[in-house]
């Protein structure tokens, strides 16, 4: 393959690399820490309650 060749073929597989980690950000770990973010403030509203009826819980938060 020639330097020219070479070179397209190295840039073009960065490239794709760079989408799919793009991706898998997007996909995967925005994903999660948008599920971690509702699960940490469902558990926080419910310790608040529970905290406000005197340690016990009665009314949920949802």
Not at 33 to 53: H, T
Request: proline share 2%; charged share 25%.
């Amino acid at each position: 393959m020639d330097p020219i060749g070479s070179m397209l073929t190295g840039h073009i597989s960065g490239k794709a690399l760079d989408r799919i980690g793009d991706l898998f950000r997007v996909h995967v770990i925005e994903r999660w820490s948008r599920y971690r973010a509702g699960q940490f403030l469902d558990q926080l509203c419910l310790e608040v309650q529970r905290e406000q009826n005197g340690g016990n819980l009665k009314v949920l938060c949802y």
